[in-house]
């Protein structure tokens, strides 16, 4: 059974950095694409980033282009996310998750807590 597994999360001060780490266990097969979702308290779970392995394609959402870079390790089923130049907003728990087959991300992370202070 495939288990994704989040580290890297932490405190931060505005204007620093942190780097994310998912590690996927037990996979024998290469996924279709993997991401980096965000909640933050009392709101809704959103998309931050995305990478398909075909291709090493990149997606972000506006709030993150040019702070945030996925890549990943599709030999050692990981993908990290380094987030530069951090703000308050971008306070919340980060999840990985996994799109086996093209359709939808249906394999999740426990999450793990960012938390960026002014």
């Known amino acids: 059974q495939v288990q994704l597994v989040e580290s890297g999360g932490g405190l931060v001060q505005a204007g620093g950095s942190l780097r994310l780490s998912c590690a996927a266990s037990g996979r024998t097969y290469t996924a279709y694409s993997m991401a980096w979702f965000r909640q933050a308290p009392g709101k809704d779970r959103t998309f931050v980033a995305s990478v398909r392995w075909s291709g090493s394609i990149t997606y972000y959402a506006d709030s993150v282009k040019g702070r945030f870079t996925i890549s990943g390790d599709n030999a050692n089923n990981t993908v990290v996310l380094q987030m530069n130049n951090l703000k308050p907003e971008d306070t919340a728990v980060y999840y990985c998750?996994?799109?086996?087959?093209?359709?939808?991300?249906?394999?999740w992370g426990q999450g793990t807590q960012v938390t960026v202070s002014s």
């Open positions: 998750a996994e799109n086996r087959w093209g359709h939808s991300y249906d394999l």
